[in-house]
């Protein structure tokens, strides 16, 4: 490991920067991680399935298979970390790499300790410690713990964070599944593959479905996890090494190291504890003008105060510095230098070399501040036009509109629908058919008047069905039920209702459990029929007209006294 | 074998160049701490939605008439689940509770707070992002996974989702850079450094003084002679000469 060569930005991070480190890892790698993970951690799983499906019943079957792919998932978190470690520090893994390494070596290692491990809450950062440090027993386990105080506290919450994640990625198959073979809502569709799923699959089918998805979506957060679990490490170890500081120090000294050969063998072999100055470094070339070595005694017992050289800098080299982001503080011996550099600065035309920090303010009142010389900016966010802002200024302006359009009507929406309902408002309730119902002449586009329907429609469904017209008998009742809804018992059913909403309705007006029953059944019988082409068969259908409750005898044995006022007689 | 390549160096801090040429540094935040303050989000919402249907439940028994009761659940249902985000994120802290919870605040991708119709429209396409879903909203609020929008989230640059890049929005961190300080050595006399030194070398070398006191002595003293280049000196003396440096470079700073 060189930690010159490392491709990410080493800084101590919060917990979940750290995390998001982890992911930005994860995703540069994600190609090469998931056709690794194809070729080795599939074949595991699939090998110890198979194994188990020649001596297990099923349904110890799906269970243990399950079990062993859930167990095995930390051994198969070595492979994102393998890959991510190694392009962390500037090495390109290619998937055969991957796929060597794996069969030959990284599998066995640790096989035991990684079944183990895989119990662990921190598990995301207890991987690398043990792979990439090789501890084992209470060495370990003490490094685990340093760790995880030091900038890896995030592990436990990255590990909840990734059970949601799978949850999410589950459902997301299982409403895609849905979505491309059931078509929702056409529930004999799903209610037909889950019979042929019973009748001639496996009777554990929805279990082994459940499983998949679970591998699925493994196969997809995992590397993320592992991502966050190895960011978390590498953000530990930066807090508890100073790697970020070692990082920095090793190249200044290769800096420093290149300016001292070319300044020649006089200047680098010079081992004075020297003040130089704090210049403007601007090139090689330049720097024996600036580096003019002073006494300075740093000895422990008696440590001096540095002793000024007089050394002379050419205020335009400082100047150049200062351009260049590199002057940042000045040397005692530079006080005049630096007073010219104030004044030039402090020129507008320097406005762009302040380096500038955001702090978000509290209040939404913009206006740009920023104090001068002192290199920091904590103003608000003053509005700037960009390239991408002009035309997403043009979008947000019209979406600004929409904006305020859509709360305006939804404001009147709202008190559109309290005005309809004043009466039920100001009633605070009403009786639970309103008597003024206006009657409808057609349901989802059927005639549902009286007349349109003969006087015995279950006698004239009958004929219909042994005729062979299947579709118009099984119409007829349905739309003389409706009719009967609607005229009779003033049901509130209205136009745009579909069957479920049909049903609903005569549900809720309490009509009696045989016509409630009756009603159900029609509806199903037709619902099939219709959407499904599935007859009913005869004997159902002659029960359907046997049991035909709408004329008037059998409506007033049936509902009653309530019923009665309903207007049966009509 | 491994081969060595030119491999882009990473960072959860990730530049934006402005109009005039300024480029600023935005601490863009991931798919974890989001979808946790997504998490908090929707347990809020369906909080307030479980309390409120109670309430209509209460409603429709004593009032006998189910409608109208059910009529202002699904209008409230509506509002709540699509006014939410919108609300809380045009508010002055550019976040939900959730968000604000988590430290984060959703802003334009120039770092500028982001406009209603920005807002909106990144709430809008909030359904894109929860498909694939159950159709339909029977129950007044759309039923989804949000696979899509995670998976965009954690295979873009920028971790945005789907409306994020339609709206040109981002969320970021709200709080300060992680600082990390230990106990400071007690360094009696400044020394001057020998070189010149870049900005990000100078605060190195004050972290150095300042993350001292988490380290051993010799985890110190390995570190200073990393540094002797410039020290120009190894071990202790390195070390010390490294903290009177650190030490003259925060005096000047002050």
């Known amino acids: 490991m060189r930690l010159e060569n490392v491709t990410a930005k080493i800084r101590p991070r919060g917990r979940w920067e750290s995390i998001d480190l982890g992911c930005a890892m994860a995703r540069r790698s994600y190609g090469t991680i998931l056709m690794a993970w194809l070729i080795t951690v599939w074949p595991l799983?699939?090998?110890?399935?198979?194994?188990?499906?020649?001596?297990?019943?099923?349904?110890?079957?799906?269970?243990?298979?399950?079990?062993?792919?859930?167990?095995?998932?930390?051994?198969?978190?070595?492979?994102?970390?393998?890959?991510?470690?190694?392009?962390?520090?500037?090495?390109?893994?290619?998937?055969?790499?991957?796929?060597?390494?794996?069969?030959?070596?990284?599998?066995?290692?640790?096989?035991?300790?990684?079944?183990?491990?895989?119990?662990?809450?921190?598990?995301?950062?207890?991987?690398?410690?043990?792979?990439?440090?090789?501890?084992?027993?209470?060495?370990?386990?003490?490094?685990?713990?340093?760790?995880?105080?030091?900038?890896?506290?995030?592990?436990?919450?990255?590990?909840?964070?990734?059970?949601?994640?799978?949850?999410?990625?589950?459902?997301?198959?299982?409403?895609?599944?849905?979505?491309?073979?059931?078509?929702?809502?056409?529930?004999?569709?799903?209610?037909?593959?889950?019979?042929?799923?019973?009748?001639y699959g496996d009777e554990h089918a929805g279990w082994w479905l459940l499983f998949f998805f679970y591998l699925l979506s493994v196969t997809i957060i995992e590397p993320f996890f592992i991502g966050a679990g190895f960011a978390m490490y590498v953000n530990s170890r930066t807090v508890t090494e100073g790697w970020d500081i070692e990082l920095i120090f090793k190249r200044l000294s290769e800096r420093l190291k290149t300016m001292y050969i070319n300044k020649g063998p006089s200047r680098a072999g010079e081992k004075s504890s020297g003040s130089g100055l704090a210049g403007g470094e601007v090139t090689p070339s330049v720097a024996p003008a600036l580096a003019t070595p002073p006494s300075l005694s740093v000895s422990k017992g008696s440590p001096a105060p540095p002793t000024l050289s007089k050394a002379k800098i050419p205020?335009?080299?400082?100047?150049?510095?200062?351009?260049?982001?590199?002057?940042?503080?000045?040397?005692?011996?530079?006080?005049?230098?630096?007073?010219?550099?104030?004044?030039?600065?402090?020129?507008?035309?320097?406005?762009?070399?302040?380096?500038?920090?955001?702090?978000?303010?509290?209040?939404?009142?913009?206006?740009?501040?920023?104090?001068?010389?002192?290199?920091?900016?904590?103003?608000?966010?003053?509005?700037?036009?960009?390239?991408?802002?002009?035309?997403?200024?043009l979008f947000s302006g019209v979406f600004t509109m929409l904006f305020w359009a859509a709360i305006i009507l939804a404001v009147a929406a709202v008190i559109w629908v309290i005005y309809k309902n004043?009466?039920?408002?100001?009633?605070?309730?009403?009786?639970?058919?309103?008597?003024?119902?206006?009657?409808?002449?057609?349901?989802?586009?059927?005639?549902?008047?009286?007349?349109?329907?003969?006087?015995?429609?279950?006698?004239?469904?009958?004929?219909?069905?042994?005729?062979?017209?299947?579709?118009?008998?099984?119409?007829?009742?349905?739309?003389?039920?409706?009719?009967?809804?609607?005229?009779?018992?003033?049901?509130?059913?209205?136009?745009s209702d579909t069957e479920e909403d049909c049903l609903r309705r005569v549900k809720s007006i309490q009509l009696g459990a045989d016509i409630g029953s009756y009603f159900k059944g029609v509806t199903t019988n037709w619902v099939r029929l219709a959407y499904g082409k599935k007859l009913p068969?005869?004997?159902?259908?002659?029960?359907?007209?046997?049991?035909?409750?709408?004329?008037?005898?059998?409506?007033?044995?049936?509902?009653?006294?309530?019923?009665?006022?309903?207007?049966?007689?009509? | 074998m491994a081969v060595k390549k030119n491999i882009e160096v990473i960072d959860t801090l990730q530049s934006v160049e402005l109009g005039e040429g300024v480029e600023i540094m935005l601490r863009i935040a991931g798919p974890f701490p989001r979808a946790l303050a997504l998490l908090l989000d929707m347990l809020i919402i369906g909080g307030v939605m479980l309390i409120f249907t109670i309430i209509m439940v209460i409603l429709?028994?004593?009032?006998?008439?189910?409608?109208?009761?059910?009529?202002?659940?699904?209008?409230?249902?509506?509002?709540?689940?699509?006014?939410?985000?919108?609300?809380?994120?045009?508010?002055?802290?550019?976040?939900?509770?959730?968000?604000?919870?988590?430290?984060?605040?959703?802003?334009?991708?120039?770092?500028?707070?982001?406009?209603?119709?920005?807002?909106?429209?990144?709430?809008?396409?909030?359904?894109?992002?929860?498909?694939?879903?159950?159709?339909?909203?029977?129950?007044?609020?759309?039923?989804?996974?949000?696979?899509?929008?995670?998976?965009?989230?954690?295979?873009t640059k920028k971790f945005q989702r789907i409306g994020d890049l339609v709206a040109n929005t981002v969320v970021v961190y709200t709080h300060p850079d992680y600082v990390v300080t230990g106990q400071q050595p007690n360094v009696e006399h400044p020394v001057a450094p020998t070189a010149a030194l870049a900005r990000e070398e100078q605060v190195a070398i004050a972290d150095f003084y300042n993350r001292a006191g988490l380290w051993s002595e010799a985890r110190r003293i390995e570190l200073a002679d990393h540094a002797s280049e410039l020290t120009r000196e190894k071990g202790m003396r390195g070390m010390v000469k490294l903290l009177g440096m650190a030490k003259w470079i925060k005096e000047r700073g002050k």
């Not at chain 1, 402090?346 to 978000?360: A, I, V, Y």
């Not at chain 1, 017209?469 to 009779?488: K, P």
């Not at chain 1, 007209?545 to 044995?557: L, N, Q, S």
């Open chain 1, 315 to 393: 205020p335009s080299l400082i100047v150049l510095g200062a351009l260049l982001g590199m002057l940042a503080f000045s040397s005692p011996q530079a006080v005049a230098g630096d007073a010219r550099v104030d004044r030039i600065m402090k020129s507008d035309d320097f406005d762009l070399n302040r380096s500038s920090s955001q702090e978000f303010e509290s209040t939404r009142s913009s206006g740009s501040s920023s104090s001068r010389g002192s290199g920091s900016y904590s103003g608000s966010y003053s509005p700037r036009s960009s390239p991408v802002g002009n035309t997403a200024g």
């Open chain 2, 60 to 155: 429709e028994i004593t009032s006998g008439n189910p409608y109208v009761a059910e009529g202002i659940r699904l209008i409230v249902a509506f509002f709540v689940s699509w006014g939410y985000f919108v609300y809380f994120e045009c508010g002055r802290r550019g976040a939900t509770v959730g968000k604000r919870a988590l430290g984060l605040r959703v802003v334009d991708r120039s770092g500028n707070n982001a406009s209603r119709g920005q807002i909106f429209v990144r709430n809008i396409l909030r359904l894109v992002d929860m498909m694939p879903g159950i159709p339909g909203m029977a129950a007044g609020v759309f039923i989804g996974s949000f696979g899509l929008g995670f998976m965009c989230c954690i295979l």
């Open chain 1, 537 to 570: 068969t005869d004997n159902v259908f002659m029960k359907l007209c046997d049991h035909w409750p709408f004329t008037k005898k059998k409506v007033v044995m049936n509902l009653g006294q309530n019923a009665n006022e309903e207007g049966v007689t009509a």
């Open chain 1, 45 to 199: 799983w699939i090998g110890g399935i198979y194994l188990m499906g020649t001596f297990m019943s099923p349904g110890a079957h799906v269970f243990f298979s399950a079990f062993w792919c859930w167990l095995t998932l930390q051994i198969a978190g070595k492979i994102p970390l393998f890959v991510m470690s190694r392009k962390l520090f500037g090495e390109e893994v290619s998937v055969f790499t991957v796929f060597k390494e794996w069969w030959t070596s990284m599998i066995f290692k640790n096989f035991w300790s990684r079944i183990i491990g895989r119990f662990s809450a921190a598990r995301g950062l207890s991987l690398p410690v043990a792979e990439l440090e090789g501890l084992k027993g209470h060495a370990y386990k003490s490094r685990v713990n340093l760790l995880s105080r030091n900038g890896g506290d995030g592990a436990v919450q990255a590990i909840l964070v990734c059970w949601l994640m799978q949850l999410v990625m589950i459902a997301s198959c299982y409403f895609f599944v849905g979505l491309v073979i059931g078509l929702y809502g056409e529930t004999d569709v799903l209610e037909m593959i889950t019979v042929d799923l019973n009748r």
């Open chain 1, 422 to 495: 004043r009466k039920a408002l100001a009633k605070g309730g009403l009786s639970s058919v309103d008597d003024d119902a206006p009657k409808v002449k057609s349901v989802m586009g059927m005639d549902v008047t009286p007349e349109s329907l003969p006087k015995e429609i279950h006698e004239v469904a009958r004929d219909a069905w042994l005729r062979g017209e299947h579709q118009l008998a099984m119409s007829l009742l349905y739309r003389g039920s409706i009719s009967w809804m609607v005229n009779q018992a003033r049901v509130p059913i209205i136009e």
